[in-house]
């Protein structure tokens, strides 16, 4: 490695570190950081608030009713309409939380993200007529953190040190502590149970064709596992990091 090289990656480290504090402070150990203790409060402000729990919960929930309204009622004009009128509730709401967050000027990306995200998945169901491929998009995220979780784990760089690190004002240090470094290892393998725990009991109801059992499943296994585990996190973060530790400069 040349001067040069070791300069720019002297350079890069502390833009790097920089963007994963931020990162971490903008997650839901973020908001709970942000109260100091793992209140009703501090939890719910890690849900989003209303307005974040109103927007992912309602674009699932309004696909589901009237699609298992209509589909309960043995008549051809409910059935043929019971996937298109979901799925255009469902975009419509989140459309709807979309503009209010623009006219609000308010995290925009996130909203206009959620947006393309229901969008997308709706566009699919109505190709394939297939009313279940409306969560396929879901399965794929679900995978796809799993995936990056596993990696940060077998390269023993698990993500939620880096995120706990960060947001405790003690980056990377916590590598060199072997205790650390294991509890580390062991939250993010609680994550990674999440993701693979949602596919599994997810998975065969999509295989079955069952889209009410799905979307239910869902729904239920979606804010209320999120929540659990943020809250086990901050816990263990507590732990590891005593509360004196959390708010000392790290530099002095």
């Given at each position: 490695m040349?001067?040069?090289d070791r300069?720019?990656?002297?350079?890069?480290?502390?833009?790097?570190?920089?963007a994963?504090?931020?990162?971490?402070g903008?997650?839901?150990?973020?908001?709970?950081a942000?109260h100091g203790?793992?209140?009703?409060?501090a939890?719910?402000a890690a849900?989003?608030?209303i307005?974040?729990?109103c927007?992912?919960?309602?674009?699932?929930?309004v696909f589901?009713?009237?699609?298992?309204?209509?589909?309960?009622?043995?008549?051809?004009?409910?059935?043929?309409?019971?996937m298109?009128i979901s799925l255009?509730?469902?975009v419509?709401i989140?459309?709807?939380?979309?503009v209010?967050?623009?006219?609000?000027?308010?995290?925009?990306?996130?909203?206009?993200?959620?947006?393309?995200?229901?969008a997308?998945?709706?566009i699919?169901?109505?190709?394939?007529g297939n009313?279940?491929?409306?969560?396929?998009?879901?399965?794929?995220i679900d995978?796809?953190?799993?995936?990056?979780?596993?990696?940060?784990?077998?390269?023993?760089?698990?993500l939620?040190g880096?995120?706990?690190?960060?947001?405790?004002?003690?980056g990377?240090?916590w590598?060199?502590?072997?205790?650390?470094?294991?509890?580390?290892q062991a939250?993010?393998?609680?994550w990674?149970g999440l993701?693979?725990?949602?596919?599994?009991?997810?998975?065969?109801l999509?295989?079955?064709?069952?889209t009410?059992?799905?979307g239910?499943?869902?729904?239920?296994?979606?804010l209320?596992?999120?929540?659990?585990?943020?809250?086990v996190s901050w816990?263990v973060?507590?732990?590891?990091?005593p509360?004196?530790?959390?708010?000392?400069?790290?530099?002095?």
């Open positions: 040349t001067a040069d300069e720019r990656e002297g350079e890069e480290a502390p833009a790097l570190g920089k994963i504090a931020e990162a971490a903008q997650s839901g150990l973020g908001a709970i942000a203790a793992p209140t009703g409060k939890l719910f849900m989003g608030g307005r974040g729990l927007e992912t919960v309602l674009p699932g929930l589901l009713v009237p699609f298992t309204v209509l589909t309960s009622i043995q008549q051809p004009w409910a059935q043929q309409s019971a298109p255009g509730a469902s419509l989140a459309l709807v939380f979309t209010v967050r623009v006219i609000g000027k308010s995290q925009v990306t996130q909203a206009i993200a959620g947006l393309i995200g229901v997308a998945s709706a699919l169901a109505l190709l394939t009313a279940a491929n409306n969560f396929l998009l879901g399965f794929l995978a796809g953190y799993g995936l990056a979780i596993l990696v940060s784990m077998l390269v023993r760089w698990p939620l880096l995120v706990i690190g960060y947001l405790m004002g003690d990377v240090a590598r060199e502590d072997s205790g650390r470094r294991r509890v580390m939250l993010t393998a609680c990674l993701f693979v725990v949602r596919l599994a009991v997810q998975l065969p999509y295989f079955a064709g069952l009410v059992a799905l239910f499943t869902k729904l239920l296994m979606g209320p596992l999120y929540a659990s585990l943020v809250l816990l973060a507590r732990a590891v990091y509360a004196r530790k959390a708010d000392e400069d790290p530099e002095s």
